[in-house]
């Protein structure tokens, strides 16, 4: 189950996915802003979703939005009623996903809620997130990277790649071009992959904002080098794209299990 995020442009709120993302960004000049689920959000989520057996709540990076101390409020207000686990991912997106689909699967094996979050929190610590866009000037609007780095990369005339990690987006070297960057990924997950001895289950998931094609793309090259468990290419939604503005493309994945070498 998904507790979705709100958007709200001019003084109407809607939730996350329910306006089309062209639609929410021809419509920037209404004023738009972004806030998280509320408790009472994540309250009635836990309520529909809880079989008797506990409920997990997973949530998008604690530095990054509010999802997470409304989610731990959440569980305190249903304290004595509920068993309820508020993970804080650290992450977003695509590496978020995958943390998620960790802990489902421990779900549906039977496990224990305690080893179904251990099992959330082992892939969202271990999956690695990384991404490209056009322009930073998003990115640099709502502080979650320095003005400089973007202001830099538009005056080089270079093509923006960070990492999400530690909660944060980085900012890393920039690419000469698209194709570039794109390489830059794909060589970044081959990189991780070449480090085992034996081969780990590879999880995988192209990311875009409006640019499944690129996306799509991207997947390819990763499938075309590894063996994958899991692999899918998913959509951002207006609220991540009010963020980051369209035409990003990224890729996260996580390598479970095998042994690394030296």
Known sequence: MVVPMWVTLGSTAYRDGELPIREV???LGEGLSTSGPGPGDF???VEAADTGSGVAILTVSGQMSSSYEAARLAAKLLEGERE?????TGTAAGAEALAVLAASKAARAGSALQDVVAASERAAREARLLATLPSLEHLARGGRVPGSAAWGARWLGLHPLFEFRGGEVRPLRPARSEEQAYRRMVDAFAGDLARYETQPAVHVAALHAMDETAAAGLLAQVT???KVETAFVGSFSPV???????G???LAWWLEGGRRGL
């Open 25 to 27: 960004l021809s419509r």
């Open 224 to 226: 075309a080098r590894a």
């Open 248 to 250: 990003l493309v990224g």
């Open 84 to 88: 309820v686990a508020v993970v804080d």
């Open 43 to 45: 309250a009635q989520a």
């Open 240 to 246: 991540m794209v009010a963020h980051t503005g369209p």
